[in-house]
Protein backbone atom coordinates (compact mmCIF):
# COMPACT_ATOMS: atom_id res chain seq x y z
CA UNK A 1 0.00 0.00 0.00
CA UNK A 2 1.41 3.52 -0.60
CA UNK A 3 0.60 4.89 2.32
CA UNK A 4 1.48 8.78 2.15
CA UNK A 5 0.36 10.81 -0.78
CA UNK A 6 1.05 14.26 -1.75
CA UNK A 7 -1.50 15.80 -3.97
CA UNK A 8 -1.00 19.05 -5.51
CA UNK A 9 -3.82 21.42 -6.21
CA UNK A 10 -5.60 20.15 -3.44
CA UNK A 11 -7.67 23.28 -2.41
CA UNK A 12 -10.78 23.13 -5.05
CA UNK A 13 -12.36 20.16 -7.72
CA UNK A 14 -10.80 17.28 -8.35
CA UNK A 15 -8.02 17.69 -5.94
CA UNK A 16 -9.78 18.57 -3.11
CA UNK A 17 -12.13 15.39 -3.51
CA UNK A 18 -9.49 12.86 -3.80
CA UNK A 19 -8.11 13.86 -0.81
CA UNK A 20 -11.19 13.01 0.86
CA UNK A 21 -11.23 9.51 -1.06
CA UNK A 22 -7.82 8.96 -0.29
CA UNK A 23 -8.59 9.81 3.64
CA UNK A 24 -11.38 7.89 3.56
CA UNK A 25 -8.86 4.55 2.39
CA UNK A 26 -6.73 5.39 5.27
CA UNK A 27 -3.80 7.22 3.80
CA UNK A 28 -1.64 10.09 5.40
CA UNK A 29 -1.74 13.02 3.16
CA UNK A 30 0.53 16.39 2.25
CA UNK A 31 -2.06 18.21 0.69
CA UNK A 32 -0.60 21.55 -1.49
CA UNK A 33 -2.09 24.63 -3.25
CA UNK A 34 -2.10 28.61 -3.50
CA UNK A 35 -4.93 28.99 -1.23
CA UNK A 36 -4.19 28.91 3.01
CA UNK A 37 -7.55 28.66 4.05
CA UNK A 38 -8.97 26.40 1.64
CA UNK A 39 -6.23 24.16 2.27
CA UNK A 40 -6.72 24.79 6.88
CA UNK A 41 -10.52 23.93 6.30
CA UNK A 42 -9.98 20.95 3.90
CA UNK A 43 -7.35 19.76 6.75
CA UNK A 44 -10.30 20.27 9.97
CA UNK A 45 -12.40 17.94 7.81
CA UNK A 46 -9.80 15.17 7.32
CA UNK A 47 -8.61 15.35 10.61
CA UNK A 48 -12.02 15.67 12.28
CA UNK A 49 -13.29 12.64 10.14
CA UNK A 50 -10.25 9.89 10.66
CA UNK A 51 -8.14 11.48 13.71
CA UNK A 52 -5.30 8.30 13.37
CA UNK A 53 -4.53 10.23 9.88
CA UNK A 54 -1.31 12.71 9.42
CA UNK A 55 -2.61 15.65 7.40
CA UNK A 56 -0.32 17.98 6.07
CA UNK A 57 -1.11 21.02 4.03
CA UNK A 58 1.31 23.68 2.74
CA UNK A 59 0.88 26.90 0.36
CA UNK A 60 2.60 26.40 -2.96
CA UNK A 61 1.98 28.31 -5.98
CA UNK A 62 3.30 25.57 -8.37
CA UNK A 63 4.64 28.19 -11.03
CA UNK A 64 7.38 28.83 -8.52
CA UNK A 65 9.69 26.36 -9.11
CA UNK A 66 12.15 26.30 -6.65
CA UNK A 67 8.96 26.50 -3.72
CA UNK A 68 7.99 22.73 -6.02
CA UNK A 69 11.25 21.71 -4.94
CA UNK A 70 12.29 23.12 -1.86
CA UNK A 71 8.26 22.27 -0.73
CA UNK A 72 8.14 18.56 -1.93
CA UNK A 73 11.67 18.14 0.00
CA UNK A 74 10.10 19.62 3.70
CA UNK A 75 7.27 17.62 3.05
CA UNK A 76 8.87 14.07 2.24
CA UNK A 77 10.95 14.83 5.33
CA UNK A 78 8.48 14.79 7.94
CA UNK A 79 5.91 12.24 5.46
CA UNK A 80 7.71 10.03 3.35
CA UNK A 81 6.34 9.76 -0.04
CA UNK A 82 5.25 6.32 -1.82
CA UNK A 83 2.64 8.74 -4.25
CA UNK A 84 3.06 12.02 -5.95
CA UNK A 85 0.07 13.25 -7.46
CA UNK A 86 0.71 16.03 -10.14
CA UNK A 87 -2.81 17.50 -10.40
CA UNK A 88 -2.46 21.29 -9.88
CA UNK A 89 -3.76 22.94 -13.03
CA UNK A 90 -6.04 25.69 -15.30
CA UNK A 91 -7.51 26.18 -18.00
CA UNK A 92 -8.11 29.79 -18.66
CA UNK A 93 -7.54 29.59 -22.55
CA UNK A 94 -8.59 31.84 -25.43
CA UNK A 95 -8.89 31.14 -29.10
CA UNK A 96 -5.20 32.00 -30.82
CA UNK A 97 -4.95 35.38 -32.32
CA UNK A 98 -7.62 37.34 -30.10
CA UNK A 99 -5.59 38.90 -28.07
CA UNK A 100 -5.39 36.63 -24.98
CA UNK A 101 -1.93 35.58 -24.94
CA UNK A 102 -1.13 36.21 -21.46
CA UNK A 103 -4.47 33.25 -20.61
CA UNK A 104 -2.83 30.87 -23.01
CA UNK A 105 0.67 31.72 -21.49
CA UNK A 106 -0.57 30.76 -18.05
CA UNK A 107 -2.31 27.87 -19.13
CA UNK A 108 0.74 26.62 -21.08
CA UNK A 109 3.54 27.52 -17.91
CA UNK A 110 0.73 25.96 -15.26
CA UNK A 111 -0.32 23.00 -16.87
CA UNK A 112 2.78 21.62 -18.54
CA UNK A 113 6.29 23.38 -17.34
CA UNK A 114 5.06 23.66 -13.77
CA UNK A 115 3.79 19.70 -14.37
CA UNK A 116 7.70 19.46 -14.97
CA UNK A 117 9.00 21.13 -12.17
CA UNK A 118 7.10 19.04 -10.10
CA UNK A 119 7.96 15.89 -11.97
CA UNK A 120 11.14 16.88 -11.35
CA UNK A 121 10.77 17.05 -7.80
CA UNK A 122 9.16 13.79 -7.11
CA UNK A 123 11.68 12.15 -9.44
CA UNK A 124 14.60 13.20 -7.54
CA UNK A 125 12.74 11.81 -4.00
CA UNK A 126 11.62 8.44 -5.81
CA UNK A 127 15.34 8.10 -7.53
CA UNK A 128 16.71 8.13 -4.21
CA UNK A 129 15.21 5.73 -2.50
CA UNK A 130 14.72 3.66 -5.86
CA UNK A 131 11.05 3.22 -5.28
CA UNK A 132 7.61 5.52 -5.58
CA UNK A 133 4.49 6.39 -7.73
CA UNK A 134 3.68 9.32 -9.62
CA UNK A 135 1.31 10.24 -11.06
CA UNK A 136 0.06 12.83 -14.20
CA UNK A 137 -3.79 13.86 -14.22
CA UNK A 138 -4.09 14.43 -17.76
CA UNK A 139 -7.36 14.61 -19.96
CA UNK A 140 -9.42 13.10 -22.52
CA UNK A 141 -8.48 16.53 -24.18
CA UNK A 142 -4.45 15.22 -24.50
CA UNK A 143 -6.13 12.79 -27.36
CA UNK A 144 -6.64 15.24 -30.14
CA UNK A 145 -6.20 18.72 -30.94
CA UNK A 146 -9.06 20.84 -29.67
CA UNK A 147 -10.39 24.58 -30.80
CA UNK A 148 -10.95 27.60 -29.84
CA UNK A 149 -10.74 28.39 -26.14
CA UNK A 150 -9.18 24.38 -25.43
CA UNK A 151 -6.49 24.50 -28.15
CA UNK A 152 -3.74 25.48 -25.64
CA UNK A 153 -5.37 23.15 -22.55
CA UNK A 154 -5.28 20.28 -25.10
CA UNK A 155 -1.81 20.97 -25.78
CA UNK A 156 -1.09 21.25 -22.74
CA UNK A 157 -2.09 17.83 -21.54
CA UNK A 158 -0.75 16.60 -24.79
CA UNK A 159 2.12 17.77 -23.57
CA UNK A 160 1.75 16.47 -19.86
CA UNK A 161 0.80 12.47 -21.50
CA UNK A 162 3.85 12.06 -23.63
CA UNK A 163 5.88 13.39 -20.74
CA UNK A 164 4.67 10.97 -18.84
CA UNK A 165 4.87 8.11 -20.79
CA UNK A 166 8.44 8.75 -21.80
CA UNK A 167 9.58 8.79 -17.89
CA UNK A 168 7.24 5.39 -17.76
CA UNK A 169 9.66 3.97 -20.65
CA UNK A 170 12.64 4.51 -19.09
CA UNK A 171 11.10 3.10 -15.65
CA UNK A 172 9.75 -0.09 -17.51
CA UNK A 173 10.51 -3.18 -15.38
CA UNK A 174 12.13 -0.87 -12.52
CA UNK A 175 10.81 0.00 -8.59
CA UNK A 176 9.05 3.16 -9.55
CA UNK A 177 5.61 3.32 -11.58
CA UNK A 178 4.14 6.32 -13.47
CA UNK A 179 0.60 6.49 -14.26
CA UNK A 180 -0.95 8.82 -16.63
CA UNK A 181 -5.48 9.18 -15.57
CA UNK A 182 -6.86 10.77 -18.34
CA UNK A 183 -10.70 12.07 -16.82
CA UNK A 184 -13.42 12.46 -19.37
CA UNK A 185 -16.14 15.50 -18.19
CA UNK A 186 -16.17 15.67 -14.37
CA UNK A 187 -18.43 18.26 -12.53
CA UNK A 188 -16.23 20.26 -10.25
CA UNK A 189 -16.04 24.13 -9.24
CA UNK A 190 -12.89 24.76 -11.83
CA UNK A 191 -15.47 22.92 -14.77
CA UNK A 192 -18.74 24.39 -14.02
CA UNK A 193 -18.97 24.21 -17.81
CA UNK A 194 -19.05 20.10 -17.87
CA UNK A 195 -22.48 20.14 -17.04
CA UNK A 196 -22.64 21.10 -20.68
CA UNK A 197 -20.69 18.28 -22.09
CA UNK A 198 -21.63 14.56 -22.86
CA UNK A 199 -21.14 12.12 -20.57
CA UNK A 200 -20.37 14.20 -17.38
CA UNK A 201 -20.62 12.69 -14.29
CA UNK A 202 -20.51 14.21 -10.75
CA UNK A 203 -17.47 14.71 -8.76
CA UNK A 204 -17.78 12.21 -6.40
CA UNK A 205 -18.02 9.21 -8.63
CA UNK A 206 -15.71 10.70 -11.46
CA UNK A 207 -13.10 10.89 -8.71
CA UNK A 208 -14.20 8.00 -7.31
CA UNK A 209 -12.61 5.82 -11.22
CA UNK A 210 -9.74 8.48 -10.63
CA UNK A 211 -8.77 6.88 -7.01
CA UNK A 212 -9.51 3.42 -8.30
CA UNK A 213 -6.98 3.56 -11.36
CA UNK A 214 -4.60 5.02 -9.52
CA UNK A 215 -4.91 2.89 -6.53
CA UNK A 216 -4.45 0.24 -9.57
CA UNK A 217 -1.44 1.93 -10.30
CA UNK A 218 -2.50 1.78 -13.86
CA UNK A 219 0.15 3.10 -16.43
CA UNK A 220 -3.08 4.57 -18.34
CA UNK A 221 -6.39 4.78 -17.48
CA UNK A 222 -9.00 6.83 -19.46
CA UNK A 223 -11.28 7.59 -16.70
CA UNK A 224 -14.91 6.61 -16.13
CA UNK A 225 -13.64 3.23 -18.37
CA UNK A 226 -17.12 3.55 -19.99
CA UNK A 227 -17.30 5.45 -22.45
CA UNK A 228 -14.21 7.15 -22.81
CA UNK A 229 -11.84 3.87 -23.32
CA UNK A 230 -13.88 3.14 -26.47
CA UNK A 231 -14.37 7.31 -26.86
CA UNK A 232 -10.85 7.60 -26.54
CA UNK A 233 -10.23 5.54 -29.41
CA UNK A 234 -12.42 6.99 -31.96
CA UNK A 235 -11.07 10.56 -31.45
CA UNK A 236 -7.80 9.32 -32.12
CA UNK A 237 -8.20 7.68 -35.30
CA UNK A 238 -10.84 9.88 -36.88
CA UNK A 239 -10.89 12.26 -39.15
CA UNK A 240 -10.51 16.24 -38.48
CA UNK A 241 -14.63 16.24 -39.86
CA UNK A 242 -15.42 13.76 -37.51
CA UNK A 243 -13.97 15.41 -34.91
CA UNK A 244 -15.31 18.74 -35.03
CA UNK A 245 -18.71 17.32 -34.77
CA UNK A 246 -17.79 15.22 -31.84
CA UNK A 247 -16.78 17.88 -29.70
Known amino acids: MRRNILITGASSGLGEEMARQFAAKGH ?5 ARREDRLKALQTELTTKHPQLKILVRTLDVNDHDAVFGTFRAIDAELTLDRIIVNAGIGKGAPLGT ?11 TN ?7 AEAAMELFRARNAGHLVFISSVAAVRGTPNAMTTYSATKAGMTTLAEGLRLEQLGKPIQVSTILPGYIMS ?20 AIVAAIEAEKATAYVPARPWVLLARVLKYA ?5 KRMI
Open 112 to 118: FVAALAQ
Open 189 to 208: ELNPNAAKMPFVVQTVPGVR
Open 99 to 109: GRFDANLITAQ
Open 28 to 32: NLALT
Open 239 to 243: PLPLV
